[in-house]
T-cell receptor
């Protein structure tokens, strides 16, 4: 157990629907990062939050949004889902100021049918 | 913008042998961090080893070591005494020193350890 918890582990939904992925960072970590891993795009950075505030944005679609709550857990919302959104979505956390690398969750496998 | 390249999509190695995975990167930064992450079939991303660019000494973690060539922007991973549990996807990754920045990953190398 890495200490980063992601739920659900698997999600199957239909096109056009909306889903929410949840992430609880490792205890003490203030930064949360979201990545999308697909077969043809590799690991793509989506967005970063630090202590509740958006810190950096990557190639995140307008249909996607995220937030980090006061208890530091984060949610990634995906709406108007398309078949191409099927991927593994990772959350990672880190201790700000310590560049020892991320601690990853086990990911959420999203399948859009 | 920084980029990370892994030119070997797939590799295989016999159990107990040594294998080297290649990674090159492009950056104009002078200070940064480099990482190797491992993703086994369980899909969990696991940090294998970390290197700080200002350190000339190559990082080592048990059977894993790196060959960091800053001028050549090369960061290869050597796995000694390969074990079946080393079978995984390996990602090279780059991060600027600014602690608020993101990690950029390479496309990965799929390593198979053959018994």
């Amino acid at each position: 157990d890495s200490g980063v918890t992601q739920t659900p582990k698997h999600l199957i939904t239909a096109t056009g629907q909306r889903v929410t992925l949840r992430c609880s960072p490792r205890s003490g970590d203030l930064s949360v990062y979201w990545y999308q891993q697909s077969l043809d795009q590799g690991l793509q950075f989506l967005i970063q939050y630090y202590n509740g505030e958006e810190r950096a944005k990557g190639n995140i679609l307008e249909r996607f949004s995220a937030q980090q709550f006061p208890d530091l857990h984060s949610e990634l919302n995906l709406s108007s889902l398309e078949l191409g959104d099927s991927a593994l979505y990772f959350c990672a956390s880190s201790v700000e100021g310590f560049n020892y690398g991320y601690t990853f969750g086990s990911g959420t496998r999203l399948t859009v049918v | 913008a920084q980029t990370v390249t892994q030119s070997q999509p797939e590799m295989s190695v016999q159990e107990a042998e040594t294998v080297t995975l290649s990674c090159t990167y492009d950056t104009s930064e002078n200070n940064y961090y480099l990482f190797w992450y491992k993703q086994p079939p369980s899909r969990q991303m696991i940090l294998v080893i970390r290197q700080e660019a200002y350190k000339q000494q190559n990082a080592t973690e048990n059977r894993f070591s790196v060959n960091f060539q800053k001028a050549a922007k090369s960061f290869s991973l050597k796995i000694s005494d390969s074990q079946l549990g080393d079978t995984a996807m390996y990602f090279c990754a780059f991060m600027k020193v600014t602690s608020y920045d993101k990690v950029i990953f390479g496309p990965g190398t799929s390593l198979s350890v053959i018994p």
